[in-house]
């Protein structure tokens, strides 16, 4: 391990380009800044969807692989050549016209591709991607390896397990009226019991993963060094009692694997069912998690703008999130300056330590919001904690280093880019103390690393708290990375 990391830090001293104390990026030329934020190590990723995270191009290729067909019409692959208009995949593939329309209908790299805007291009995709369940555990591999090439080594990924089950046993058990007298019927009817199939396929998922990379053989490649936390995510369309038997199976399964750290609640925000239960929603999530304080809860909220929905739903959901459920995190949160008391909220936010997940691509190619409109600058200037994130690389086609180089069109400076760096562990939803007295900042060690931050080795009080905390055993890797990187200048 100690080799690995010695590796990967001399490769960041060689990677990383020759620049003054402090790089000015707005004066970067595109591919200058490209390669600077490639090498730049960008700490964690918060806020990233499994099932958006593949490149059209790979779902193709594991489609062939098993045996899979595409809709010609729909454009989206299938399990079966159910009717003359499917072909196999390996034929799409063979024809080079077919492979690539097929692509654009996996992605938004195609404006108006049948004329669709960004957004209903973007989540309509996800019914068209065809990836058999046993493919979890490559597409795992897939973003530990991207994120490796990229310099960042922790990762907190969405998956939504057991879907089907849980939600139909929420539809069989139905409403009782209010959320608690629901969660005594979803128990009542077996809900847990379905954890110990949600810890086995994370086994399986992650072992498969390992395989894949070769993690533990001479050939271990780098996503192996790849810390991976999973965020349980619930779908917000349908009925309530649908989306809280997810709900309350991820708080289940947060209780009983440590690698299951957080909620999420996933799907479009301006979606009819996510408007009309959207009260309910966060009042589920108050009840379930104790209003964030027993389960840890990030939320997508206020992924919204006047393009989308009307402005009474722009008013208030990034504020129920925070003060009904708990929220300690903000998925995307792109309407935060138009919710009533914004200004508030935003001192709240900054007072409580609830961080804001920014994705810049994916709120450009979605939302169409340009990086000048975006409320980066307003979130940064009034002191919220800030992230930078990917959200669906695969479909957006776009990486981790490309959101950060983004930013910089927002008026973001390299200090601002290594405190979302940091805010990406500091953050996160790991076990135990971290590294920093004062998140967000980053002045100020806890008193046990005083003097300690970006050596080569803890000592002493230090040493023991990264032995024991996840959390600051990944901010170590990361001082450490970012002092290697930063020496080069």
């Known amino acids: 391990m100690k080799r690995i990391l010695l590796g990967l830090i001399c490769a960041l001293a060689m990677a990383a380009p020759a ?55 729909a454009l989206a692959i299938r ?14 593939i063979a024809d080079e016209a077919l492979r690539s329309l097929v692509v654009d209908s996996l992605s938004t790299r195609h404006p108006g591709f049948r004329d669709r805007s960004g957004h209903d291009q973007f989540f309509s995709s996800f019914s068209r991607m ?36 849980s939600r139909s046993l929420g539809a069989r058990v139905g409403w009782k009226g209010d959320p608690a007298a629901t969660r005594a019927a979803l128990s009542e009817a077996g809900l847990e019991k379905l954890v110990p199939t949600v810890v086995a ?41 649908e989306t809280m038997a997810q709900l309350q199976l991820g708080v289940a399964t947060v209780a009983a694997d440590r690698r299951w750290v957080g909620l999420q609640l996933v799907a479009p925000e301006d979606s009819q069912d996510a408007v009309t239960h959207y009260d309910t929603h966060m009042k589920i999530v108050d009840l379930l998690t104790d ?12 992924e919204l703008t006047l393009d989308v929905a009307p402005p009474e739903t722009l008013s208030y959901h990034v504020a129920a999130a925070v003060r009904v459920a708990g929220a300690r995190r903000i998925g995307h949160g792109v ?44 979130l940064r200037k009034r002191r919220v904690p800030v992230a930078l994130s990917t959200d669906d690389a695969g479909i957006l086609r776009s990486d981790l280093s490309g959101d950060y180089a983004l930013a910089v069109k927002t008026g973001a400076g390299y200090g601002d880019l ?69 020496a080069s200048f």
């Not at 399990?79 to 799409?92: G, R």
């Not at 008391?341 to 709120?363: D, F, Q, T, W, Y």
Request: with cysteine; glycine share 8%; charged share 25%.
């Open 19 to 73: 620049a003054a104390a402090t790089p000015d990026l707005s004066k970067m030329g595109a591919g200058e800044l490209a390669a600077f934020m490639k090498a730049f190590p960008k700490g964690g990723e918060l806020h990233n969807h499994l099932s958006g995270a593949i490149y059209g191009e790979t779902l193709l290729n594991w489609a062939a692989e098993d045996g899979l067909c595409v809709d010609m019409t």
């Open 79 to 92: 399990p079966a050549c159910a009717s003359p208009d499917f072909k196999p995949a390996a034929a799409v």
């Open 130 to 165: 065809g990836m058999k369940p046993s493919r979890e555990g490559d597409a795992l591999a897939v973003v530990m390896g991207d994120l490796a090439r990229q310099n960042t080594f922790y990762l907190e990924l969405m998956v939504t397990p057991q879907f089907f089950p």
């Open 201 to 241: 396929n994370t086994d399986a998922m992650q072992a498969r993963a390992r395989e894949v990379l070769r993690c533990g053989t001479p050939e271990a490649r780098p996503g192996c060094q790849v810390t991976v936390r999973f965020l349980f995510q619930a779908i917000r369309q349908g009925k309530p009692e």
């Open 291 to 302: 209003r964030g304080r027993t389960t840890p809860v990030a939320l997508h909220a206020g």
């Open 335 to 378: 309407d935060l300056p138009h919710e009533t008391g914004a200004e508030a909220l935003a001192a709240e936010m900054a007072a409580k330590g609830v961080l804001v997940e920014v994705n810049p691509i994916s709120n450009r190619e979605i939302l169409g919001v340009k990086p000048e409109d975006h409320p980066y600058a307003w």
């Open 418 to 486: 290594k405190t979302a760096a940091r805010n990406g562990i500091a953050f996160s939803f790991l076990a135990g103390e971290g590294l920093w007295a004062d998140p967000n900042v980053y002045r100020k060690p806890v008193a046990a690393c005083a003097g300690q931050v970006g050596n080569a080795e803890p000592r002493g009080a230090c040493a023991d708290l990264v032995a024991k905390s996840d959390k600051a055993r990944e901010q170590w890797r990361h001082e450490r990375l970012l002092k290697a990187f930063e």
